[in-house]
């Protein structure tokens, strides 16, 4: 039934759109069979660019997120400069458009021609993305890391495990399997963000198509572009989705 | 080993849980700590094992002041154990390696060391068929032995145990009230908070009634449960009799 239904209200669709008076156009800018083929190659390389800087930032993300939630999580007066610099971090970071710390350090660090620093954009671009996903990815393991049982810290303790011993062995491994669906989502919508550094002038998917389509005028390649993420974007939030709902039953499970 | 407390006080914000406790424990001794929920036993055992900051008084454990800002914490909590009512242990780890982790990490044990000592203890107590079970697997009462062997593995010179079976389930609470009674026979110096009246009569050298954060009345399980002299005490064993729980 649900399969019938959804066959009769899109072809429902179908059928008002490639009927309506704007589609020639339509087909004309956005699904033109001679601009796909003659970008999509070109597109589809820029593309690899594109999950290459997302599989290397997602990485990084995940290190440096972890050792600022951990910072954050210590406890006693002696830990308090360290806790307070990653509370600034966290702020500060999260209080910027991610666009505007890519090109306050893409554009700007090089700028300084600092000597043995590098001028790459692509490095200076995915730096900032890394540290803007770092501050929510950091406050995402930390609401993990409360919801570990204060027992739990407690029980450690007892046994003469040191603080750090504790987070390490106690109470990160559990807070991490707290949140994988959560950190999953942040994978999903990391995959889509790599690309912002074409602003940078980074020759990745949606530069290679801007590129195409500044000497042609037809907007195909975007649509090439579209269809790259889509492919892998949507299976992504399907896998996050099954995840988080088998991590649901399993809770249920233990918890009868 | 010789533990003595004197004159340990402890408030947690506006609420005064322990009003100046004396305690002593003599090596090998075993102490049932008895008296109303809400009486202090919990929170003196916490401070016992630095577990909780006390407002004044000291901890000794032999010629050391352990309540001392300068000394290691970690390293006296190392020479003590507590288990908890509510059995804590790591979710994430098999029984194996809930018994394995403090040695190895705590007092640098060899693995292999570590878990032969740990396969002896579940062997002695009857669990080696759940060595790598997951502790969601086991029974509360098995999961609160396994908390206790888990204690044992740090071969601590004093063993705190807070109302170690007043989770479990009546049938249950049998094999856990066993296994203390093997270690008494070992030798084990404990510290027990419970409600087991029958028990703490039973198995323990010395008794001692917490009323409203002090040792109100301390001795023999025979002069405590028998002849008691404070009124309070005898105020709270009559509601234990009344309740049928002596």
Redesign the interface.
Known sequence: MAFVSTIVVLGAVLLVVLNSEAWPAVQRQFFNGFHFRQSFPLVLRGFWQDIWMFLVAEVAILILALVVAVIRALRGPAFFPLRLMAVTFIDIIRGIPMILLILLMGFGIPALQLQGVTSSGLFWGLTAIVLGYSAYTAEVYRAGIDSVPE??R?????????QM?TLR??IV??AV?NVIPALLNGFVSLQKDVALVFVLGVREGVREAQIYIGSTFNYTPYLAATALFLLVSIPLARYADWYTERDRRRKQA?ST | MKLRVRGVEKAFDDKQVLRGIDLDVEPHEVICLIGASGSGKSTLLKCI?L?VDIDAGEVWLDDLMITSPRVDA??I??RM??V?Q?F?L???LSVLENIT??PQ???DVPRSEAVARAEDLLGRFGLSDKRDEYP?RLSGGEQQRVAII??LA?QPEVLLLDEVTSALDPVLVGEVLSLLRDLKAQGMTMVIATHEMGFARETADRVAFLHDGTVAEQGPPAEIFGNPTRPETQDFLRRITDAGRL
Do not use: T, W, Y
Request: cysteine-free; overall charge positive.
């Open positions: 027992s739990q407690m029980s450690a303790r007892s046994l003469g495990l040191s011993q062995f106690v491994p559990q399997r233990m | 094992n577990l970690d390293s909590r190392s154990a507590i908890f509510a804590n790591f979710p994430h982790l403090a990490k705590v007092l969601e888990r204690a740090m």
